[in-house]
């Protein structure tokens, strides 16, 4: 692994929007999970299964400034990473604090492709994790896309457990992995 850059972790502000927006969200990956579920009259049973597919699939993926800040409207944790001294933002993270229980949702997580395996994302949802707990939520979930394996790998790097999914979550019919981290 080559050596981190020289970052600043710090709070986002509207005018970093854009500079959000404009990452390339987009991944590539040579895995991902097969989802196997079968039941009868006593059981239900899921399997999980990482498969290495024959050739790397990208992943398309966007976000406009105007998902961003209609996600930051609610009350959030919004980091950016920046290079120091450049100023250049290369990745962010938006958690959602769940207005009804002491739940953190991380809602997105982004990092320039030439700065990803860095551990930047590592350093934001440890980031993300203190403010979580000065805001005294008690409990971290995200929900990843099914084909996105290495935000799986980073989020359990991080301390992040399985706990279910959904077929029908996310607006192209992914189906959605959800993983949780208790901060108690």
Known sequence: ??????????????????????????????????????????????????????????????????QLTHALRWNQCWLVAELAPEQVIVGYLVMIQDPLHPVGKVR?????????????AVRLLRVSKQWARNHQLSLLHAEIPLKNVPASRLFQKVGFHFCGFNEQNSPESDIVLYYQNSLV
């Open 1 to 66: 692994m080559a050596h981190a850059p020289n970052l600043i972790i710090r709070d986002g502000t509207p005018a970093d929007l854009d500079a959000c927006a404009t990452l390339d969200h987009r991944l590539e990956t040579e895995w991902v999970w097969q989802l196997s579920l079968r039941n009868d009259a006593q059981d239900w049973a899921v399997t999980l299964r990482q498969e290495r597919l024959p050739r790397p699939i990208e992943i398309a993926h966007s976000i406009t400034s105007q």
């Open 108 to 120: 997105y997580l982004c990092i320039e492709p030439s700065l990803r395996r860095l551990g930047i």
